[in-house]
């Protein structure tokens, strides 16, 4: 429970605050490793083709809301693996099915040994790094500010086609908060108002690919934070002093 709301505080809780946990999706997740990168690509077919109605009971039904290929855009460790989000329907005490999303990772077995076998080093990194926050920063929050280094090691660096699209954004408003203001944003935006905001710098049909990067937590639903972390950043530094 710890860790999961230090997550959520980390990566969601300068855009959500309070809700923030609604977007995490690891809460109940599922490692699978194949032999090779045939393999993998069979299983993968079995779960995507076994969702839905085609489940061999009702209890076991799901839905797969997202596929994520790591092996396309590896993370800045070189993991790579193909990550799946699923729907699943638990039954609560009253009866009542309540969708919960599980995360499924897809991994080859070379790739996923040389995990285990960097995992001492990132621990030994995560080590260190504690200690100088904690002789460079003693009041502050030691374990987010860890928690930040392992969750930027462990993303895909961001894609060239949003890169170009935060500076076309930039250079048509001015600044990407003056984007967000100018069309009448107020804290979180909905895919539709996104997809208006693409379509003010000429990139619609870019829009789905975008908000897929911009929003991991599926929380239908972005903050200028998301968007722009360096302005938000200076806004609220800016608002507290």
Same mark, same amino acid.
């Given at each position: 429970?710890? &860790?999961a ?6 990566? !969601? ?32 077919e ?9 489940a ?5 039904? !799901?839905?797969? &809301? $997202?596929v994520?290929?790591?092996?396309? #855009? ?6 790579? =693996? ?8 638990? +039954?609560?005490?009253?009866? #009542?099915?309540?969708?919960? &999303? ?7 077995q ?13 621990? +030994?990194?995560?080590?260190?790094l504690?200690?100088?926050?904690? *002789? ?13 280094? *392992? ?6 660096? +961001? ?8 500076q $076309? ?17 107020? *804290?979180?935006?909905? =895919?539709?108002? =996104? ?5 003010a ?7 789905? &690919? ?14 200028? =934070? ?6 938000? #950043? ?8």
């Amino acid at each position: 429970k710890d &860790v999961a709301e230090l997550k959520a505080l980390v990566r !969601y809780g300068a855009g959500e605050a309070g809700r923030c946990c609604r977007h995490l999706l690891d809460l109940a997740r599922l490692a699978l490793v194949f032999p090779n990168c045939d393999m993998l690509h069979s299983g993968l077919e079995v779960i995507l083709n076994s969702q839905g109605g085609q489940a061999h009971s009702q209890s076991m039904a !799901y839905e797969i &809301v $997202q596929v994520q290929n790591r092996f396309a #855009s590896p993370t800045r460790l070189g993991e790579r =693996f193909v990550e799946v989000l699923v729907v699943m329907p638990l +039954e609560r005490d009253d009866g #009542s099915i309540c969708p919960h &999303v599980c995360e499924l990772k897809l991994e080859v077995q070379s790739f996923h040994h040389a995990r285990l076998q960097a995992l001492p080093f990132l621990q +030994e990194f995560e080590r260190q790094l504690r200690n100088v926050l904690h *002789r460079a920063l003693p009041s502050s929050n030691t374990d987010a500010l860890v928690y930040s280094a *392992r969750v930027a090691l462990a993303q895909a660096p +961001e894609s060239h086609g949003l890169r170009v699209f935060r500076q $076309q954004l930039a250079q048509v408003f001015s600044s990407i908060t003056s984007a967000w203001r100018r069309m009448g944003h107020g *804290r979180f935006v909905s =895919f539709q108002q =996104f997809r208006e905001l693409c379509q003010a710098v000429k990139c619609r049909e870019m829009a789905p &690919v975008y908000w897929c990067e911009l929003n991991p937590g599926a929380g239908g639903c972005i903050s200028l =934070f998301d968007l722009d972390p360096e302005a938000s #950043s200076l806004l609220a530094r800016a608002r507290f002093q």
